[in-house]
């Protein structure tokens, strides 16, 4: 499995593309990390109002880098990623952050660009089917709208059409299916037994969420005493499980790899955080800063591809 | 001219392509900056033994970041550029950098790829020949092999072969020849009148040169007393001036502005840097992490194209 490490492999996944360096969730962005040979990339992707899968990560547009058509930051009230028509997602420009927000002062290298736009999800798979990306491997990220999360038919009408593209491309087989929402796992699970799924966790707030509008969360209560994250994992039929990288612990890695689970730690920007996750010896690091992977792991002796 | 500001335009020029995040001086460095939409691109010319002009940077191979056919970074004896035939260079490595090395820790976030060859100077001129990068311009940087720089009939050699090079692909209205080799430079004059010339400085050693061979200095003294570079630089027939960064002062800069010269500055790297040479209000930086400086401009209100 291409999210596997081993004793001198760990796995570079481009979290967003490689949203430290380039707009994320955008075409620029995984083309870039393809050709530095980051080739398994993570992305979000939420339904237009017509029914068309594409890239982003918020529900509503956020402010610190959607700019509408007449080249200023969104402001007021925000739009609904599923209340637009793709033709009117393509009239937002995503390719620059505002760096008075909170948001925009994470990323301080992030190229600014003009023109960019939300990708629809075919364009991300038609780009990997081509020869030169075969290793490229995706963790899609389904992400809810607090909308419609509660909401089976709708649930189960987003995972069809995402899986239904996925598998026109012919890449179920290179396609990770991942969320926090455990119940859109299950209808994953109903409708694409043959895909594997990925279990995200996040216990305690964290800093690196600052600025952003967190997905709907439909997960079992991981926070009761004695509970084994990894075990819950497993039950739910997961072959990788994902948690924030400040909250694995030896003991929880060593019962997920004992349960045969796959473990990818998310998101590792800072020098000693990927140094830690190194000497814990997960399978994968997610990362905004690929290169930065690259040059630790080189440096100590991994490697990230066979 | 492509390298001058305005009011509200400073330039960013990347150096050796994208140095802080992509092999230095390597097509796919050039071909992320010019996706992220920068246009100046600053590079290294050097000749091989069957006189071929190659991208590279030292006269002798850099065992930082250049791997031999084992794989090895390179040990002992370096080969110089002029002793080695062109199918030679590519048979070399330049995708890594040694991290155990002072130049290795310089850039803790460039991406390590494998396969990566010195480029030919005809890969990047055809590259920038396409007509999407119509407002690709060139800072080509000749170097000096010390074996070689005070034979007058192997200088000429060299500037001829580069300069009919870019002749041949019709881009002398878009290349700037640039040098800190001042007698050079007075034969790209003679040999090529119509192309503009840029006038490298360096007055004090600067710990941005670690690790790195230092080209051979012809430079005039520039260190008596009471001298003014702007003035030896117009003298001398720049169009553009190009001191170190720590080493312009206001009164320098005006005084190359009532000389009417562009004024770029090299190598500005940190954050603090880039908004002194913002304040300053330098033509064009010259930087290593173009990303960086565009989010700076980005951020203060400033543009980097028309």
């Known amino acids: 499995m291409a999210f596997t490490g081993s004793a001198d492999i760990i796995r570079i996944v481009g979290h967003r593309g490689a949203r430290g360096l380039l707009p994320e969730n955008s075409m620029v962005g995984f083309q870039f990390a393809l050709s530095?040979?980051?080739?398994?990339?993570?992305?979000?992707?939420?339904l237009t109002a017509d029914d068309v899968p594409v890239i982003t990560h918020d529900y509503k547009f956020n402010r610190s880098f959607v700019r509408g058509p007449d080249g200023k930051f969104l402001q007021g009230e925000l739009p609904h990623i599923n209340s637009l028509r793709m033709e009117e997602v393509k009239g937002f420009d995503i390719g620059r952050l505002d760096g008075s927000t909170d948001y925009g002062r994470r990323f301080p290298d992030q190229a600014q660009m003009d023109g960019i736009r939300v990708p629809r999800l075919d364009e991300l798979l038609h780009l990997v089917s081509q020869p030169k990306y075969a290793n490229a491997c995706l963790m899609l990220e389904l992400k809810s709208d607090p909308d419609s999360a509660l909401d089976p038919v709708a649930r189960a009408g987003f995972v069809s059409l995402v899986c239904d593209e996925v598998r026109g491309a012919g890449l179920t087989d290179r396609t990770l299916l991942h969320s926090f929402d455990w119940t859109l796992l299950a209808e994953c699970h109903r409708q694409a037994p043959d895909m594997p799924l990925s279990f995200l966790t996040q216990l305690h707030d964290s800093e690196d969420d600052v600025g952003e509008v967190s997905s709907y969360l439909i997960t079992p209560d991981l926070h009761q005493n004695g509970i084994s994250v990894p075990d819950e994992v497993?039950?739910?039929?997961?072959a990788l499980w994902c948690p924030h990288f400040s909250e694995i612990t030896a003991h929880d890695l060593a019962r997920a790899r004992d349960l045969s689970l796959c473990v990818a730690v998310w998101t590792v920007n800072e020098p000693e955080e990927i140094n830690a996750m190194i000497d814990l010896g997960v399978d994968a690091i997610v990362t905004d800063y690929p290169g930065r992977v690259q040059r630790r792991l080189s440096d100590r002796g991994f490697r990230w591809t066979l």
Do not use: W, Y
């Open 234 to 238: 497993s039950k739910a039929g997961g």
């Open 36 to 46: 530095t040979g980051i080739d398994l990339l993570e992305f979000d992707v939420l």
